[in-house]
């Protein structure tokens, strides 16, 4: 949208402002990253983002992504290896460029109306129009860098500690079958026992 420079640090769009109304911010978040990515690492959560201007949201307009990068480093202790990367969190913002406005005009009555303003006279009188506020269509990421690092480590459990859970798993089934084995068969014991007592 017209020719751009850098001037004291910024990025600056040079253009018309009637042409604005042309410029189309609709766009697709292919990819977004901060970093190299590390075994497990999700992609970030602006990737595959989808958003598109239409008549009824302003015709273009500002979108803006205020992210929060984190810088992150994932240890792995098998391969001794350290990736250094940046997770990041994000909201957004949406500014139209067409705004619509209303016009009051108040008029006075006639007759015994005459100086009389009601809220219905005012209704009937109200018009509705779009005008362009004053900003520069586009889409605009702000990031912030966190001033504190995640560590994110890889631990691998031994098979050891594999087999001794499953021993504890299979210990407790067995003692809960031997808990209802000893119920089941003491019930009709104990009746036995009373019918052998009892005189006849």
Same mark, same amino acid.
């Given at each position: 949208m017209g020719a751009s420079t850098e001037r004291n640090g910024r990025h600056i769009h040079q253009f018309l402002p009637e042409d604005a109304p042309n410029f189309n911010a609709s766009h697709i978040i292919h990819e977004l990253s901060f970093g190299a990515k590390y075994p497990g690492m999700s992609d970030g959560p602006l990737v595959g983002i989808q958003k598109f201007t239409t008549e009824e949201n302003g015709g273009t307009g500002l979108f803006q992504y205020f992210l929060k990068v984190v810088p992150t480093n994932y240890i792995d202790p098998v391969k001794d290896t350290t990736?250094?990367?940046? +997770?990041?969190?994000?909201? @957004?913002?949406?500014?139209? +460029?067409?705004?619509?406005? @209303?016009?009051?005009?108040?008029e006075l009555g006639h007759g015994e109306h005459a100086g009389v303003h009601t809220d219905e006279m005012s209704k009937k009188h109200q018009h509705h129009h779009k005008v362009a506020a004053s900003i520069l269509p586009g889409i605009f990421f702000i990031y912030e860098l966190y001033p504190f690092a995640v560590e994110v480590s890889k631990t691998a459990v031994p098979f050891s500690h594999f087999l001794?859970?499953?021993?504890?798993v299979v210990g407790g089934v067995l003692t809960i079958a031997g808990w209802l084995d000893l119920f089941v068969h003491a019930r009709p014991k104990s009746k036995l026992a009373k019918l052998l007592?009892?005189?006849?």
């Open positions: 990736v250094r990367t940046n +997770l990041y969190s994000y909201t @957004e913002k949406f500014r139209p +460029l067409m705004v619509e406005v @209303e016009d009051h005009h108040h001794l859970r499953s021993m504890a007592a009892s005189p006849r």
